[in-house]
């Protein structure tokens, strides 16, 4: 299952998310990183890591708990012990 999740995530690497909308274009990777942040015009680093930052501490929220729960299910299924 680790394999698979690996693959996963590098597959997600791999594809690439455009949007433009009122000045303002993001590039992002399918894994929710952040390559391009363009407003009007300008390349912002600034907003750029601080975007990057919240997404990555929210995935590591998610992260949390999906393990939380897949542990809680583990024990339900007897995969505790």
Do not use: P
Request: charged content about 30%; overall charge neutral; cysteine-free.
């Amino acid at each position: 299952m680790r394999d698979q999740a690996v693959r996963m995530q590098q597959a997600l690497a791999g594809e690439e998310v455009v949007v433009e909308k009122n000045g303002v274009k993001v590039i992002m990777s399918g894994d929710q990183k952040i390559k391009e942040l363009i407003i009007d015009g300008e390349e912002n680093k600034r907003v750029m890591e601080a975007v990057a930052e919240a997404i990555k501490k929210s995935q590591e929220i998610a992260a949390r708990k999906l393990t939380e729960m897949s542990g809680g299910l583990q024990g339900l299924l007897g995969g505790g012990k």
